[in-house]
Each structure stands twice: as structure tokens, then as C-alpha cells.
Nanobody
Framework: QVPLVESGGGLVRAGGSLTLSCSASGRTFSTYGMGWFRQAPGKEREFVAAISWTGGRTNYADSVKGRFTISRDNAENTVLLQMNSLNPEGTAIYYC????????????????WGQGTQVTVSS
């Protein structure tokens, strides 16, 4: 089991920035690919970004490339998602994910989920 706790969500104006943090516990964290997904009201959960266990590989959804950056600190058991140039389409609950293949972006392949943190982008 890898409990995941997200933080950093909130309300931001379009064009603004937010940094989401995911704290994990358990000694296996550093061996897992980690990622972020989001789910907007009335929509399916979608892939946002993922990072390999070494941090050497990353993968992003086309909709966030160039604006979002995922990073991790295995010593601190933390994964960050830096979100810049946010737009109203970014309004969603953002979920931290553990144990997923970095390049797949498929939610069914995620082993563990966090509870989610709300991000609201006003126009």
C-alpha cells in the first residue's frame, strides 16, 4: 500500500500558476512511476503527466505540454506538478497516481490513487 496525499489545489485566475504536491509513504515509493490525472465535472478522468521512478523520463498530455512540469524527490517521497498558464479548461479534481507505466497514461494501469485536490481556474 502506498498512501498518497495531495495538496496545493485552490482557486486561480486564468493565466496564473499553481503547484500541486503529492506526499507518499512507504519504502516502495522510490521504485514506482508516479503521475497526475484530472477529472472535470461530467468528464472522464484523464492523464496529465507522469514521471519514471528515477525521474529520468517524463510524459505529458498534449493539452499541458510546455505549461506543466512534473518532478519528484525520492528522498522526500514527494511528487510535484508545476502548472503555469492555467486556463478554465484546467478546472478539475487532480489526482496523484502511483505505480503506473510512465508512457502509457492509462488510468486502469494505476495501482494507487490519492483522494484528489480541487483546482478551479476562473476566467
Amino acid at each position: 500500500q502506498v498512501p498518497l496525499v495531495e495538496s496545493g489545489g485552490g482557486l486561480v485566475r486564468a493565466g496564473g500558476s499553481l503547484t500541486l504536491s503529492c506526499s507518499a509513504s512507504g519504502r516502495t515509493f522510490s521504485t514506482y512511476g508516479m503521475g497526475w490525472f484530472r477529472q472535470a465535472p461530467g468528464k472522464e478522468r484523464e492523464f496529465v503527466a507522469a514521471i519514471s521512478w528515477t525521474g529520468g523520463r517524463t510524459n505529458y498530455a498534449d493539452s499541458v505540454k510546455g505549461r506543466f512540469t512534473i518532478s519528484r524527490d525520492n528522498a522526500e517521497n514527494t511528487v510535484l506538478l508545476q502548472m503555469n498558464s492555467l486556463n478554465p479548461e484546467g478546472t478539475a479534481i487532480y489526482y496523484c497516481a502511483a505505480g503506473l507505466p510512465v508512457m502509457s497514461g492509462v488510468s486502469s494501469q494505476v495501482r494507487y490513487w490519492g483522494q484528489g485536490t480541487q483546482v478551479t481556474v476562473s476566467s
